[in-house]
């Protein structure tokens, strides 16, 4: 069970309930089911905790919001904005989000190294100015840092 010999601890759970705000019921209720048993604690775990995944722009041509290449979105645990590590950024060029931070987190929920994803770069939603009344774009690779050494 993740980095758990024996599953997870009474503690574990006293922690997981206090900081998610549940109630007993609501704790009773995810105890009882498998996948939840199995997936909060890797969820917890000091892998996902120390996975950033980062936003990195590669190519700007024409963005209205003045993004250019090496402007930078970390997110800790690979869903956490890290405003203080992060650029300015266009809300245009997040609509990937919430696909990248799910596809790293089921990655490393299934032992899989998230760097290894397929499709690794995204485009911004504006279609660049060469097609009508598109401004311009940016390119984005999505890649996962380890900061288990930090």
């Not at 609501?26 to 120390?50: F, G, I, T």
């Not at 402007?71 to 990937?96: E, I």
Request: aromatic share 10%; proline share 5%.
């Amino acid at each position: 069970m993740g980095h758990f010999k024996e599953g997870p601890t009474e503690a574990f759970w006293k922690g997981l309930q206090q900081h998610m705000g549940y109630t007993d019921e609501e704790m009773e209720q995810h105890r009882k089911d498998p996948k939840w048993m199995k997936v909060l604690p890797l969820m917890a775990s000091p892998k996902m905790r120390n996975s950033t995944m980062v936003f990195e722009v590669v190519k700007s041509h024409g963005c209205a919001e003045g993004m250019k290449v090496g402007d930078k979105l970390y997110f800790t645990g690979c869903a956490n904005l890290d405003p203080k590590r992060s650029s300015p950024w266009c809300a245009y060029a997040l609509s990937h989000a919430t696909t990248f931070a799910n596809l790293c987190h089921n990655m490393i929920l299934q032992g899989i190294d998230p760097n290894d994803m397929y499709a690794d770069h995204f485009a911004c939603m504006d279609c660049g100015s060469e097609h009508g009344l598109g401004l311009g774009q940016i390119v984005v690779k999505v890649y996962v840092l380890d900061e288990s050494e930090k």
